[in-house]
Every structure is written in C-alpha cells, then in structure tokens.
C-alpha cells in the first residue's frame, strides 16, 4: 500500500516523539545516577537563606489580642461598629447581624527601637521584635479551619496539593543526605485538623513529602534495627531490595512512587546512625533547656519541637514545619469565648520557645541563613454576635491574618500592608496570601514561576496564577 508523505509524516510523529522523550529520560536519569531525588540543588538567584522554620499556630490566632494594636476599638466597647466599607461574604453577614464590640482586654506595648505594638501576651518574642517583618491585612480565600488550613499550608484550599515545605524540597533538595529535607513536628497533644494532608506531597512525587518527627523516643516510628539484625545484616538485605527495585523501576521509567520508596530505603538506613541524636537532648546543656522552657509543663512541649528546630537546622535540614493547636478544640486557638483567659494561655505555650528559638538561632549565627514565619489560618473579628455571653471571644475573620518573618533576608522591623482601624481588613488592597508565598520562596532563592511541576496537562504553582514578592520586608 502506498503512502503519501503526510501519511508518513502522521504515523511517524508519535514514534519520533517517544525517541525524543526516551532520550529526555535516559538524561535525567544519567543525570540523577543514584536516583536521589533529594540531592541539593541550586536556588534560581543568590539569597541568604538556606532553610526555613514554620511555626504554625492552627486554630485562628486573634489579631487585635497578638500582633495588631487597635486602640480604635474601646470607643465602641458593648456596642456596633460602624458601617465597615468594602467587606463581603461572612464577615458582612455578621456586620449586618446584631453585635456587639470587643476591645482587646490585653495590654500593649512599644518595643525595639522599631517601636512595634505588641501584646504583653508575647514578652519574650517582643525582646527580638527588631528581628521581625509584619505583613498585616493578609486575606485567605475560605473562612472556615479546614480550607483555610490547606491554603495557608499548600497555596490551596482543596486537599491533593503540594504543601510548602514540599516545593522547597522539590526546588532545593537537602543538604544532609542522612536526615530527611523535610521534616514535620506536631503538638505533642495531637493533631493539627486535615491531619498529614498538611505537609503532604499532593502531586509531586512522592519523595517530597514532610516527614513527621516525634519528639521523644525514636524520632521516626519503626525506625530501629529489628532485634537480632546487624547493621552490616540489613546493608545486606538493604543492598539486595534495591537491586530488584532498581530492575523492576528499569521496566516502569517515572514511577515516583517506586523511586520515592528507593530513596527511602537507602535514607531509612542512614537515618538509624544519626536521626536518634537529633532527638537526643541530653546533649544539651540546662541553661540551654531552661531558656526553651523544658523545665515548666506548660511550656515543655512547644519548647522541644523549637530546640529540636534549631538542632535540625545546625544539620542542615531545609524545612522544619512546627505546629502548635490540635484539631479545633480547646488546645487550639478556635477561641470563640473566653478570650480573656485562653489567649493568655495559648501564648504563654509558644512565646518563650519561639523568643528563645529567635535568640539562639541568631547567637549561634544560623538567624542570618534561617528564615523563621510565624502564621495561622485566619484571624478573628473584633466584634461577636452572641450579646450576652459574661466571657467573649471572636469569630473567624479570613482578611485579618497577620503574618510575620525573621532572618534569612528579612528586613527587621519592617512593615507590608495595614488594616483599617478596627482589624477587620487591609486598609487598602488586601494582600492574597500567594504573595507571602511568593516571598518565602524568593527569600530562598526560588522564582515562584520558575518553580512548576507539570500535572494534568498544566505547569502548577505554589502561587497558582503567580504571587508578588513583598518587597518591604526583603532586605
């Protein structure tokens, strides 16, 4: 049968498509040679920072009562606010409802030669206030925990995408090749709502997804040598597995899932010798614990996942995710009543381990290449609809999130965005969250839309559409 040059042309192109995509993979597999996804990798641009700690606080953590000074407020105490411009969705609906005004029952004070309002909540972590960048007015897309949590955590508010810490490592790797690059330690009490999808990988492949440390005991469940084996037994076993991995990933080029699990049988091992002393705090010494809080029930808990930060960030880990709050309940900060006591109670958990977290980063010299953020998933309403409760609290307020930064090419005492008089919204054009997105990534070298991931026929983003890069708090 003969065949005209288009007919060629037309059965020929997928044949000459898969050479080139053959062609492709045997390069980027050449060029990977061991398979390690994690292998480090240079940032897009020059930065100072080589690694970020996230403090997460789940719950809603109250604005007006923290970080964001509203004076305004008392003017209106027991009473409405006046007509706010510009707002919709929820937050309108409760403006509309009968309400009444809640003013920060918690003193505030000037700090640092930058003379930042903060809280006396927050004593410890206002002595480091200098250090610190504000982005005030920050809006999340849903105003309710669970959205809200996977935005703030993944640049989306639907579960199945990457989370931060996984884009960093996708874009970064890790420096030390015997610890995982990203790693995960969550309130000791629980935890936080949408459990693991948190710091999960999404679509990435699976390699890049956090790691959850406990933190006390063996830092990773299952993690020691089986009673009765030899390390240079399971070498063995190990070296055995990865042969008929090797051959069966040979036959099924791309399989992250296959390659993840190679990467992590040879990761699994090297961890037995040196993830145990990270978690080993004895090699601390007691002025060290004191300072972290180790040495008061109320404390302990956030301080070790904080000490057991900076030990990961001395080994070079690139992302530690730190959260404090468990699901929406009481050991969260969902502080719909009661403000009164439970913000007091929340802050006096994280502030000494966080302000001693800041001060020892910083002595040691790891503060200049550490980036530290602090945020929740949304911020609170200055005002409640319940008019007789005796022990107020506040509601969710998806446009009021205050975020700050620290370290890693941060400019100290440095301001991004306001909120109007009452905390309620930005003053003026909010700041969508893929903006400080945009920013923890260009703090570490990484364009955010240079960063993408191809899925489902489309170049995917941490930022989505794309985010700006805070320039005022960029050193």
């Not at 999808?197 to 679509?203: C, F, H, L, M, P």
């Not at 399989?255 to 978690?279: C, K, N, T």
């Not at 446009?399 to 003026?428: N, R, S």
Request: one cysteine or more.
């Amino acid at each position: 049968m003969r065949q005209t040059r288009r007919d060629f042309l037309c059965r020929s192109c997928n044949g000459i498509g898969a050479l080139a995509l053959a062609g492709i993979l045997a390069e980027e597999l050449g060029a990977a040679g061991d398979l390690n996804p994690m292998k480090a990798k240079p940032p897009h641009f020059p930065c100072k920072a080589k690694r970020c700690i996230f403090l997460f606080m789940a719950g809603g953590v109250s604005q007006i009562d923290t970080f964001d000074y509203k004076p305004a407020l008392a003017k209106y105490a027991g009473g409405r606010l006046p007509k706010v411009p510009s707002v919709n969705g929820e937050i309108a609906s409760f403006l509309d409802a009968p309400h009444r005004t809640i003013p920060s029952p918690f003193e505030f004070q000037r700090y640092g030669q930058c003379g930042r309002y903060v809280s006396t909540t927050f004593p410890h972590i206002a002595e480091s206030v200098d250090d610190l960048a504000f982005v005030y007015g920050v809006k999340v897309d849903n105003n309710n925990h669970g959205p809200a949590t996977m935005h703030v955590n993944t640049g989306s508010q639907l579960q199945g995408s990457p989370s931060v810490g996984s884009w960093v490592t996708y874009g970064l790797g890790s420096v030390n090749q015997n610890l995982p690059g990203y790693v995960v330690i969550q309130d000791p009490r629980g935890s936080p709502v949408n459990g693991s999808v948190v710091w999960g990988n999404g679509y990435l492949p699976a390699s890049y997804q956090g790691t959850l440390f406990r933190s006390t005991g063996a830092p990773i469940l299952d993690l020691d040598l089986p009673q009765g084996v030899s390390r240079d037994e399971q070498r063995k076993e190990f070296d055995l597995i990865q042969k008929l991995n090797q051959q069966h990933l040979a036959e099924r080029p791309g399989s992250s899932e296959l390659e993840a699990r190679i990467s992590a049988y040879e990761l699994a091992f090297r961890m037995q010798s040196e993830a145990p002393g990270v978690v080993d705090l004895a090699q601390e010494s007691a002025a060290t614990k004191k300072m972290y809080g180790l040495d008061n029930p109320q404390t302990e808990g956030f301080g070790r996942q904080c000490l057991l930060a900076r030990r990961l960030a001395e080994r070079g880990v690139r992302y530690s995710l730190l959260i404090h709050g468990v699901e929406i309940g009481r050991y969260s900060w969902d502080d719909h009543g009661n403000i009164k006591e439970r913000v007091p109670q929340h802050a006096a958990e994280v502030d000494q381990p966080v302000g001693a977290l800041l001060k020892d980063l910083k002595q040691r010299g790891l503060l200049e290449d550490t980036l530290v953020v602090w945020a929740s998933e949304m911020g609170r309403t200055p005002f409640i609809n319940d008019l007789k409760s005796d022990k107020p609290g506040r509601d969710h307020n998806q446009y009021g999130l205050v975020v700050w930064m620290a370290g890693g090419g941060v400019k100290g005492g440095a301001t991004a965005g306001q909120t109007d008089e009452f905390g309620i919204k930005a003053l003026a054009d909010p700041i969508p969250l893929r903006d400080v997105h945009a920013t923890i990534l260009h703090l570490l070298g990484l364009d955010d839309r240079r960063l993408t991931y191809l899925h489902a026929g489309r170049f995917r983003k941490l930022t989505d559409i794309g985010g700006n890069v805070l320039k005022e708090i960029v050193a």
